[in-house]
């Protein structure tokens, strides 16, 4: 069985501080992308990853692929109350080309 | 603006009643999938359809049921609801399939929540 497991499950912060959630598989992946959910609501794509080392920057979210493409990175800098949502990877499989997601990171920045 | 609508948003029903969640969309996507969401589990995938006429069966497809009859349309049915149907259900839509020709992103609805009592 082909697992993303995400890190940390849940993480609580003040605004204006660093954080970095993190993704990892043993498997190979041809592509990675994140997406955000917020309460209520489906979640939307961020970005996606699909070269070995690439490192994608969307404001104050930094993301990285791994150069073996077995794991992903998202980190935000001085988080923001509205940064606060459930965030997930789902990766595509090399080697059967399915899409798998982590089981998400739940994100609370307070004021 | 195009977009994906699900129906209803929220749901209450009893063990064994048959319950269908409907899905809609605009985009005139080929692919449409379901996934339950489960604190703990992520997204898991129930059913999936690359057209008119094609379904496939995911990685949680048992007690539940899709057809497709048109391309805007992947209704999925309970056929005997269970208590460990309980959960959040989210239809999407791509235009590409990850993988075969593309990343293939997914576009969401907002969800149906499911209670099976």
């Known amino acids: 069985t082909q697992l993303l497991e995400q890190s940390p499950q849940f993480l609580s912060i003040q605004e204006g501080e660093n954080l970095t959630v993190y993704c990892n598989s043993s498997?190979?992946?041809?592509?990675l992308q994140w997406y955000r959910q917020e309460p209520g609501e489906g979640p939307v794509l961020l970005v996606t990853?699909?070269?070995?080392?690439e490192v994608k920057k969307l404001k104050r979210l930094t993301f990285q692929f791994g150069d073996a493409r077995k794991d992903s990175s998202l980190h935000i800098t001085a988080a923001q109350p509205g940064d606060t949502g459930l965030y997930l990877c789902?990766?595509?499989?090399?080697?059967?080309?399915?899409?798998?997601f982590g089981q998400g990171t739940t994100l609370q920045v307070k004021p | 603006d195009a977009e994906i609508t699900q129906s209803p948003r929220h749901k209450i029903t009893e063990t064994g009643r048959q319950v269908t969640l409907a899905c809609h969309q605009t985009?005139?996507?080929?692919?449409m999938f379901w996934y339950r969401q489960d604190l703990g589990h992520g997204l898991r995938l129930i059913h999936y359809?690359?057209?008119?006429?094609?379904?496939n069966k995911g990685e949680v497809s048992d007690g539940y049921s899709v057809s497709r009859s048109n391309t805007e349309d992947l209704p999925l049915t309970l056929e005997s609801a269970a208590s460990s149907q309980t959960s959040v259900y989210f239809c999407?839509?791509?235009?590409?399939?990850?993988?075969?020709?593309?990343?293939?992103?997914?576009?969401f609805g907002e969800g149906s929540r499911l209670t099976v009592l």
């Open positions: 999407a839509s791509s235009p590409v399939v990850a993988g075969v020709s593309g990343t293939g992103e997914l576009f």
């Open positions: 498997s190979v992946f041809s592509s």
């Open positions: 990853v699909v070269t070995g080392g």
């Open positions: 789902a990766g595509v499989a090399s080697n059967t080309g399915k899409l798998i």
């Open positions: 985009w005139n996507h080929n692919n």
């Open positions: 359809s690359y057209g008119v006429q094609d379904t």
